[in-house]
Structures are given as structure tokens and as C-alpha cells.
């Protein structure tokens, strides 16, 4: 059935077929009409980062961004569900068009720009929501916000979103904001983790409950540069480590239709590059800090190589768009 709802969806531009999805799962997650995506998924229960998965398949930030069907995507099965990115302030993103789709490669290129209504919004979706079960939020800052008063940006969305979170995930990877990846290197990294830390253990004590810290980062680091973040992430506790981001590389969608259009690539071309990434991090930080995998799993074999790899939980998005709601299904079987 998905197969002819997504070739009803590709007919249409790629944008407006993401915001018809989600204003319908928005709509009628309480309704018969769930029935067409709801599923029964089987157990595998996994414990990371001290919290309890049902399973380890979860969905990405950026699919979600306002945390507005967060019910409907409870009820596909996953195992954990991430909302955001979300900034202090509402902002309108950048220019459209600004999604694209690659379908001879399964991907999909987005320069959307963290478009959001604002954490305050979000933490409203968040609180109206039925859904008990694992949620991260992904906070980042405002694009007009300078470099130097950044580090705020992301002190003020942990403070609102923290009672809410079952983790937080900082994104300072996506390619879409000037300036952004700049966060993952030398001085600014460690200034930002530092805060973050000092907020976390402000906030556990006031709330009495421990929200662990996840950092995303690009595909695009070096050896050196991703061993330079794993030493970071364990000089300040970091809980764990989401790898990765959509790529600015182009090399395996050359020539093809939309190739050239600027923004983070996304989908089964970027598997290779995210798993790497995974090992890397997986070698250099051991049990101590684990690895959540994210970037061009499309299917059970490749959920398995991105565990094996090492992955402690996984995350889909490019691949649900084309395959649809089974694939979570599909791949918890098949583990």
C-alpha cells in the first residue's frame, strides 16, 4: 500500500509532500484512519545511555521538527522518537525550494535551514501529546544569532526542554546554518561541551531526574578530527554521540537529476561515509560512551552492518520515506 501512497507523494514537490504527510498523521492519530500505519512491532529491548529502549530502531531529528505527530509515530513502532531540530526563537528557515529528491540513489538533498515554530511551541506539542515513551530533542541556535553568543542559544533550549526529554541531542553538524560545524573543532567544541555539562548537572539536580546529552556530527571529519572528538566527548562526560549528519559530498549522485543543488545529502549514498564515522568512534571510545547510527539504513541488512559496526541504537529517516512505516518493522524482525 505505501508504494502507491509514495508514488502519489513523488508527483508532488518534495516539500508540500511533507507537510500534507505530517498535517495528516497530525490529524488523525486518533482516529480509524490510523489503522493504515499502525503496527505491531516485536521486542528487543536495549539499555543505552541508562534508559530502556523497547527496541532499537529509532526516528531521526528533522522529520519532526515541532514535535506535532509525535503520536502517530509512536504508533509505527519505534523504538524511540526524536523531534527538532528546535530553536529559542520561531524562524522560517531558508529560501524554497529547499528539499529535493534524488530517487535513482533513494536520497534526498535539504538546505530547509532549522526551520521551526520555536522550543516554546514544540514544548507545547510535546506536553499535549499522548506518547510515553523515549523522546529526544534535538535543540540547536538561530541562524541570526553571532558565533560568540551561540553557546546561549543552546543553554536556553536545554532549560525548556529538559523536564520533557528522555535525552537531548545537540546539534552542531547540520550544513544548513553558517557557521554551525564550526562547533564541532578546537575551542568552540570544548567551551560548548563544558556549558553543557555545567547546565546538565544545574538542571538534574533542580528537576531530580538525569537527562543524558547526545552531540550530532557531520560525516564530513577527518580521522584526526573525529578522534579529536572523542577525546572531548570523554574529557566531559558526554553521554553519547550521534554519527551522522547529512554530507555535503556529491560523488555518488554526480550528474544525476538535482545533484547540484546546495544543501546536506541524504539516504542509501551516504551509508558507507556515516558507518565509517560509527567505526571510528566506536575504536576510539569503546562501551564508554555509546554511538547512536544514523545515515542511509534502508533495510534490515544495513541496520545490522551499522550495529555491527558499532551502534548501539540506530536511526531512520531517508530510508522511512522510501520504504515507509514497514521498514521498522522489518528491520527489529530481522535483528
Given at each position: ?125 510535546i506536553k499535549a501529546a499522548r506518547y510515553r515513551g523515549i523522546l ?180 531512520i529517516y531517508t530510508g522511512f520515506i522510501y520504504e515507509g512505516p514497514?521498514?521498522?518493522q522489518r528491520i527489529v524482525k530481522n535483528l
Amino acid at each position: 500500500m505505501y508504494s502507491w501512497v509514495r508514488a502519489w507523494l513523488f508527483r508532488q514537490d518534495a516539500e508540500k509532500s511533507h507537510d500534507f504527510t505530517m498535517g495528516l498523521l497530525r490529524r488523525y492519530a486518533h482516529t480509524p484512519l490510523s489503522l493504515t500505519w499502525r503496527q505491531q512491532v516485536e521486542p528487543h529491548p536495549v539499555r543505552v545511555m541508562g534508559i530502556d529502549f523497547p527496541n532499537p530502531v529509532g526516528l531521526a531529528a528533522g522529520l519532526d521538527k515541532n514535535g506535532e505527530a509525535i503520536d502517530a509515530f509512536s504508533q509505527m513502532g519505534f523504538g524511540f522518537i526524536e523531534v527538532g531540530t528546535v530553536t529559542p526563537k520561531p524562524q522560517p528557515g531558508n529560501p524554497k525550494p529547499r528539499m529535493f529528491r534524488i530517487p535513482e540513489r533513494t536520497a534526498l538533498i535539504n538546505r530547509m535551514g532549522f526551520n521551526n515554530k520555536g522550543v516554546d511551541y514544540l514544548v507545547e506539542q510535546i506536553k499535549a501529546a499522548r506518547y510515553r515513551g523515549i523522546l529526544g530533542i534535538n535543540i540547536g541556535k538561530n541562524k541570526d544569532t553571532p558565533e560568540d553568543q551561540a553557546v546561549n542559544d543552546y543553554l536556553h533550549c536545554m532549560r525548556k526542554v529538559y523536564p520533557y526529554a528522555s535525552y537531548i541531542a545537540v546539534n552542531i553538524s547540520s550544513p544548513n546554518t553558517p557557521g554551525l560545524r564550526a562547533f564541532q573543532h578546537g575551542n568552540a567544541f570544548d567551551d560548548l561541551l563544558a556549558a553543557l555539562k555545567e547546565l546538565q548537572y544545574e538542571l538534574h539536580g533542580k528537576h531530580g531526574r538525569y537527562v543524558p546529552l547526545a552531540v550530532k556530527i557531520a560525516p564530513d571529519l577527518s580521522d584526526e578530527g573525529i578522534a579529536d572528538i572523542a577525546q572531548a566527548l570523554l574529557k566531559h562526560q558526554i553521554d553519547g554521540v550521534i554519527a551522522t549528519n547529512t554530507t555535503l559530498s556529491r560523488e555518488q549522485v554526480a550528474g544525476l537529476p538535482n545533484s547540484d543543488e546546495a544543501g546536506g545529502l541524504s539516504g542509501s549514498v551516504l551509508f558507507d561515509a556515516s558507518t565509517r564515522v560509527v567505526q571510528l568512534l566506536h575504536s576510539h571510545l569503546g562501551d564508554k560512551i555509546p554511538v547512536i547510527g544514523v545515515g542511509g539504513i534502508d533495510s534490515p541488512e544495513r541496520a545490522k552492518a551499522k550495529l555491527a559496526a558499532g551502534a548501539q541504537l540506530i536511526q531512520i529517516y531517508t530510508g522511512f520515506i522510501y520504504e515507509g512505516p514497514t521498514l521498522v518493522q522489518r528491520i527489529v524482525k530481522n535483528l
